[in-house]
């Protein structure tokens, strides 16, 4: 039971500095600052208020906050479907109230008598000598509603065992214990809103001025929820918590396998039968959307995709499944998503139709509402990808973002096996990086992180280099004598130089010490002066994802740290 709690406790931690934390940070920074006596245009001192309980308030407001989101959100992803299907209520109601609710408070921040409507059922959390209510715990609760982050393992397990009723004490135990490492990082963020608020005069001086900037701002929160804007903007954006949370699912679910496969193997197995789909409440792109029969799914190679059309992950990882279905269809492969809800507002089949195309899938789709196949299939992940040969036998399975040039390699050794004489077209993928605009990762230089070294391994000490015949992308090489140290390298006794193939539309480095840096980019010679503390120095910077071979020579005197990518 304890590892259980830690590990909701880190589940929690990490989601909450994901990039799924981006569409409610700038509410959560300015609803930490934005304190005052609510209905009043003035400072607490011109309105007669006395300034140490105007202080207490504003102080009380980042824990009431956070504490209203995690309370909210934490007992909707445990109960909310549940509980919605015992009152027949449609299943997003919740998150369509809670973006009217966001976008009503926003309106009250501007217009004070709707605010202090709104508050007097939660009179009961006003501050200790305040007249009012502070509207902290109200907007905590609407937005723990609305707030819609990234899934991991934990959050996953939560979601399921409370969509599916199977609610026991080991669920609820990672469910308040997610909530509690997501409330960390999340009161971090509030109270350093407030505390920008505290040291800056504006923020007293003008309160009106603040509390109709934060109005506006929690207006278009909701309709860029309403509209799913936020995203467009988290899928642009990697995912730098996937290691973490990968080994999150080994911690949680004891390194399971699926059906004898090792999940995330680059080579075929025998795994035993495909699990049957199983319960599907409907179908989507099929003829009429009438199920497929047996018949229809015969003799063909078969991708299982399982998805959730608002799981970022989810929707990183669709383009790449559908360009594979487009790209083999014909050859014989089969790919049949199944969607099964992370969110109660997940299980409505209209929500599901309008996710599936906005998503862009043209391959067949069961709706698994009550979660009937995931269940058959013992699946734990959003997304996961299953793939069997044409006698129905599982001979492989991945989980998360990523790995598509294997997945599709595989795919091609199954339709030849299937059919010897089959003409397949060329391969689309070279990468298994996640999505279709990869870039390079971040690359230091010093021994203690060097992990992209063509020379081997980097150590420390004083060594000469010679640049390789040839280089493989994502990675780097020297020439000429350098000085390695655990963090940095430097050219010792004349000038060095660093050759690095890279993707990506931006090449930065980090450099410090005194001396000149020079490359070349599409026949351009630059060069920069750097004299100083370590910075980052632009080299390269286009409009589209692109790649190459960056040439640099740095003088005796310049330390190099690291490389990082846009």
Request: proline share 6%.
């Amino acid at each position: 039971m304890v590892s259980l709690a830690l590990i909701g406790v880190l589940g929690g931690f990490i989601t909450a500095i994901s990039p799924c934390i981006l569409p409610v940070l700038p509410v959560i920074l300015v609803a930490g600052g934005a304190g005052g006596r609510v209905g009043s245009t003035m400072t607490p001192e011109e309105d007669g208020e006395a300034p140490a309980r105007a202080s207490l308030s504003n102080r009380a407001r980042p824990y009431l906050v956070v504490g209203g989101l995690v309370l909210s959100f934490t007992f909707l992803t445990l109960l909310g479907a549940t509980v919605l299907s015992a009152l027949h209520l449609p299943q997003d109601i919740v998150r369509w109230v809670g973006i009217v609710l966001l976008a009503l408070i926003g309106v009250a921040m501007i217009v004070p008598r709707l605010m202090e409507v709104l508050e007097r059922p939660f009179a009961r959390f006003q501050q200790l000598g305040s007249a009012n209510p502070d509207n902290g715990f109200l907007l905590g609760l609407v937005l723990g509603a609305a707030y819609v982050p990234c899934v991991g393992p934990v959050l996953a397990a939560v979601s399921v065992a409370g969509a599916t009723g199977r609610i026991g004490t080991d669920t609820v135990v990672l469910a308040v214990s997610f909530g509690l490492g997501t409330a960390v990082p999340l009161l971090a963020f509030a109270l350093a809103g407030r505390g920008v608020a505290e040291r800056v005069r504006a923020f007293r001086t003008r309160q009106r001025a603040i509390r109709i900037t934060s109005g506006a701002l929690m207006i278009a929160l909701s309709l860029g929820l309403a509209l799913n804007l936020p995203a467009a903007v988290q899928r642009a954006l990697p995912d730098y918590t996937a290691a973490v949370q990968e080994r999150l699912d080994q911690a949680l679910h004891g390194g399971s396998t699926a059906g004898g496969c090792v999940p995330g193997a680059d080579h075929l197995a025998d795994c035993g039968p495909l699990p049957q789909l199983t319960g599907v409440t409907a179908w989507l792109n099929t003829p009429d959307e009438k199920p497929l029969t047996d018949e229809q799914r015969a003799g063909k190679v078969t991708l299982i995709d399982f998805y959730a059309y608002s799981c970022i992950n989810c929707q990183r990882s669709a383009p790449g499944i559908e360009k594979l279905y487009q790209t083999y269809r014909e050859a014989g492969l089969q790919v049949l998503g199944v969607h099964s809800p992370e969110y109660a507002f997940e299980r409505d089949v209209d929500n599901v139709r309008e996710g599936t195309r906005a998503l862009g899938l043209t391959y067949p789709v069961a709706v698994d509402s009550d979660l009937a196949t995931w269940t058959a299939f013992d699946n734990h992940y959003w997304p996961a990808h299953y793939l069997a040969d044409a006698q129905g036998t599982l001979r492989q399975v991945s989980y998360g973002e990523g790995r598509q040039a294997t997945l599709e390699r595989l795919i091609r050794e199954l339709l030849v096996e299937a059919d010897p004489d089959v003409a397949l077209p060329d391969p689309v993928f070279t990468s298994d990086d996640a999505g279709l605009d990869a870039r390079t990762p971040e690359t230091y230089l010093g021994a203690q992180r060097a992990q992209r070294f063509v020379g081997g391994e980097l150590s420390e000490g004083t060594h000469t280099y010679s640049l390789p015949e040839t280089q493989p992308t994502d990675t780097f090489s020297l020439d000429g004598t350098w000085s390695v140290t655990g963090e940095s390298i430097s050219p010792e006794g004349g000038t060095g130089r660093v050759r690095l193939a890279w993707r990506g539309k931006q090449v930065n480095l980090v450099v410090s010490g005194t001396g000149v840096l020079r490359w070349s980019v599409d026949g351009q010679q630059h060069e920069q002066m750097i004299d100083g503390v370590p910075n980052g120095v632009s080299l390269v910077e286009v409009p589209e994802t692109s790649s190459g071979v960056l040439d640099i020579e740095a003088d005796d005197g310049l330390e190099l740290y690291s490389f990082t990518f846009g």
